[in-house]
């Protein structure tokens, strides 16, 4: 089924002489400017490498955080972000680079200052409160100013957490939610100058999970804290972190605001990782992207430049990038072979004559059969990042 759609591009093409990826890059640093001018990073990473043997779990990480910044390492499970955790707090001893609190050298250039002597607070997967305390002792558990000034700073942190009333609770009378502000509370009451969040999320139920989303966002934005956070779950990361640091065996793949991440990904692996991609094989000719759904205007594509005429690509396309409408076999691009329901819209996979495999989302009136021949449309209002081939 041969078409031709035009898709108005949102923004300015990047410059001839740059590739996609970096046109992508120059996008996302002139979004990401007024976070990369701080001055004063509250904790620098610089070339940092952590090997267990013959294996290298980080690989050479470079990355500064600011101060009240809430960023979050993002990756796969073995990527190394859990790895890189540890060597902030202290857990583990970087074999090369250097990691700096504020003014301090914590570890490189023959330093290793171990976790008890950082100002850091962790808050772990399992909350790690002690059963045999009440709220008020395990938040006051560290602390070691006198006791009235103690009893003071408990009860500014219950406050905070919104649990003034649950200070003589133990841990087992408590939500899991409750717990996740305990741990949250004893963590935040020495003034820590980093927090560092190791999958905080993971012990809750799907609907507490996204309660708490918020509720810790707002917790840490009202404490004025700088956070560092570790997650596998790409929607916690975007929707609490101020940044997103994407990593893949044991790299950053790219860093920057949750939207720009995800509307420019740099590489195949992060537009992959974050959300639900599909790609449609390309060929730029006379200004033109040929693909299995049709021919179609190449100022549709992030950064194009006639420059890149000839060159073979693969086109990035979401669901709601793509609309499909029945058709007959002999003018369909493809045909429906799986469908999601999730709840208000149907997701549509569609197996192009192409070879492609590319998702459609649809509102849940909406209904295709399975096996039915459709044919697609490109819909998407924005410019579509592209890698060549």
Request: with cysteine.
């Amino acid at each position: 089924m041969a078409h031709t759609q035009s898709v108005k591009p949102t923004q300015s093409a990047g410059d001839a002489s740059e590739s996609p990826a970096e046109a992508n890059e120059s996008h996302a640093g002139a979004t990401e400017s007024a976070t990369d001018a701080s001055p004063d990073p509250v904790l620098s990473l610089s070339g940092v490498t952590k090997e267990f043997g013959p294996e290298t779990a980080v690989d050479g990480v470079s990355l500064d955080v600011n101060p009240g910044e809430l960023l979050t390492f993002l990756g796969p499970s073995g990527c190394g972000k859990t790895t890189t955790l540890r060597t902030i707090a202290g857990l583990e001893e970087p074999t090369e680079g250097q990691i700096t609190l504020g003014d301090e050298t914590v570890s490189g250039d023959g330093a290793f200052v171990p976790p008890e002597q950082r100002d850091v607070g962790i808050v772990f997967q399992n909350f790690a409160l002690f059963p045999h305390l009440t709220v008020r002792e395990n938040i006051a558990f560290g602390l070691g100013d006198g006791a009235d000034a103690t009893a003071d700073r408990v009860d500014e942190m219950l406050d905070l957490v919104d649990l003034p009333e649950h200070g003589e609770k133990t841990p087992d009378q408590l939500s899991g939610g409750q717990k996740q502000r305990v741990a949250l509370a004893r963590s935040l009451a020495p003034e820590p100058d980093v927090l560092l969040l190791d999958e905080p999320f993971s012990n809750l139920d799907v609907r507490l999970r996204v309660e708490m989303r918020e509720e810790v966002r707002q917790i840490l934005k009202a404490a004025g804290v700088t956070a560092v956070s570790v997650t596998h779950d790409q929607e916690e990361a975007l929707s609490i972190s101020d940044r997103v640091a994407v990593m893949n065996e044991g790299q950053i793949e790219q860093v920057g605001r949750p939207e720009s991440v995800f509307e420019r990904p740099e590489s195949k692996f992060v537009a992959s990782f974050l959300g639900r991609a599909s790609f449609l094989e390309g060929h730029l000719r006379d200004g033109k992207v040929e693909t299995g759904i049709g021919r179609f205007d190449a100022v549709t594509l992030e950064g194009y430049d006639t420059v890149y005429d000839g060159t073979p690509v693969d086109v990035l396309v979401r669901p709601d990038d793509l609309r499909a409408s029945p058709a007959s076999a002999e003018l369909a691009d493809g045909t429906i072979v799986s469908r999601q329901y999730v709840g208000p819209s149907f997701i549509y996979r569609v197996e192009l004559e192409s070879g492609d495999v590319v998702h459609c989302l649809h509102n849940h009136v909406e209904e295709f059969d399975l096996d039915e021949s459709v044919g697609l449309e490109l819909t998407a209002d924005h410019p579509l990042a592209w890698y060549p081939r």
